[in-house]
């Protein structure tokens, strides 16, 4: 069997690729990509430490945020639709003059 601080490892480094894709990148697609990573990184960890105290509740709740991941990117698909047509590009520091 292989131990839980493996997955915890796992975890803690797709969760910093995360953060440094958000903290670093101006497109609003690797914006996206990077928030699904640290979504995925949080299911680790959930499903690591369900599979250690033996009960399924970490499991249901990687679920929930499996299902808010894809409401998450069908919301962020139409805002960078939203930023091409008007901007022609995905830059999203270009949005501050998206008003009404």
Known sequence: MVAVQYYLLLSAAIFCIGLFGILT??????FLMSVEL???AANINLVAFSFQYGNLTGQVFSLFITALAAAEVAV???IVLVLYRNF????VTKATTLRW
Request: glycine letters at 18%; aromatic letters at 6%; zero cysteines.
């Open 25 to 30: 990148r101006r497109n609003a697609l690797f």
């Open 38 to 40: 640290m979504l995925n």
């Open 76 to 78: 962020g698909i139409g």
């Open 88 to 91: 022609g590009d995905v830059d």
